[in-house]
């Protein structure tokens, strides 16, 4: 299976959002605008997200492996509710950067926590999801997918880390 087919499959989010950022970041570059907009959209990407998979428990796609105690979502087989998971967590997530925000910690950081708690969050829900796309070097496409956006999200947070100033007595 080509890596193409997977680009373009139902599941899009993870390259909606990585997309998404590099497109913004190419554009404040032609525009010349050095605002930092990152925090404005952690909440609403998250918010996104969650409904998102919300949607997908109702369309009965991006389901899980059979397993013996699973749901069945319409075909009969009992699978991994993989969906409720990833909008529990996509809520706590969401609960947690609006705690962020209201106490204005993490500054110019949130939406790369996201990228890398999301990243490293559907990194290991691939493996409770049934594949639809290839597999390279043992790992399915959207985990590498994943990974590459808790990768670019950590470098992010760190790239933008505050400086610390101590001050010598």
């Not at 390259?15 to 590099?22: M, N, R, T, Y």
């Not at 990152?38 to 109702?58: E, K, Q, V, Y």
């Not at 890398?116 to 496409?141: N, S, V």
């Amino acid at each position: 299976e080509l890596a193409w087919d997977a680009l373009v499959s139902p599941k899009t989010v993870l390259g909606g959002i990585f997309f998404s950022f590099v497109f913004v970041s190419i554009y404040k570059r032609i525009i010349n605008n050095r605002v930092d907009t990152s925090d404005a959209f952690a909440r609403g990407a998250i918010a996104m997200m969650a409904i998102g998979r919300i949607g997908c428990l109702f369309q009965h796609c991006c389901y899980g492996i059979p397993i013996s105690w699973g749901f069945d979502f319409g075909d009969g087989i009992p699978r991994v509710p993989v969906q409720y998971f990833e909008a529990i967590a996509l809520i706590i997530l969401m609960v947690f950067m609006q705690s962020a925000h209201n106490k204005n910690r993490f500054s110019g950081q949130r939406i790369f926590i996201v990228f890398f708690i999301y990243g490293l969050m559907r990194f290991m829900l691939e493996f409770l999801r049934e594949q639809i796309a290839g597999i390279y070097f043992g790992i399915g496409f959207y985990q590498w997918f994943a990974l590459c956006l808790a990768l670019v999200g950590l470098w992010q947070i760190i790239k933008r880390r505050p400086t610390l100033c101590l001050a010598r007595t």
